[in-house]
Nanobody, 123 residues
């Protein structure tokens, strides 16, 4: 099992930027898939972005394409989410997660989760 700890959330005005980081303790293998999800009050948890740990291929939900960038450091065992041009619709708790089974956008298929970090975008 991997422990995941997110950081970097906060309050930002619309149009601003935030960078989230996820530190993983334990081994992450090249076949694993790391994802960022978010959950707003009263809404289901949704996939935001993901990255194949080994080859680094990235995936995004349509609403964040061109604004968010996911990256990873295999040396530091971290995953980052750079979020630009934030809007109030991006307000949510953001979670880092690992899927041992590889690529997926379904939260039910992820095995390990962080505690989440709050992102609030004011208008």
């Amino acid at each position: 099992q991997v422990q995941l700890v997110e950081s970097g959330g906060g309050l930002v005005q619309a149009g601003g930027s935030l960078r989230l980081s996820c530190a993983a303790s334990g081994r992450i293998y090249s076949s694993h898939f790391m994802g960022w999800f978010r959950q707003a009050p009263g809404k289901e948890r949704e996939f935001v972005a993901g990255i194949r740990w080994g080859v680094g291929n990235t995936y995004y939900r349509d609403s964040v394409k061109g604004r968010f960038t996911i990256s990873r450091s295999t040396a530091e065992n971290t995953v980052a989410l750079q979020m630009n041009s934030l809007t109030p619709e991006d307000t949510a708790v953001y979670y880092c997660a690992r899927n041992r089974g590889g690529y997926s956008m379904m939260y039910s298929e992820f095995d390990d989760w962080g505690q989440g970090t709050q992102v609030t975008v004011s208008s």
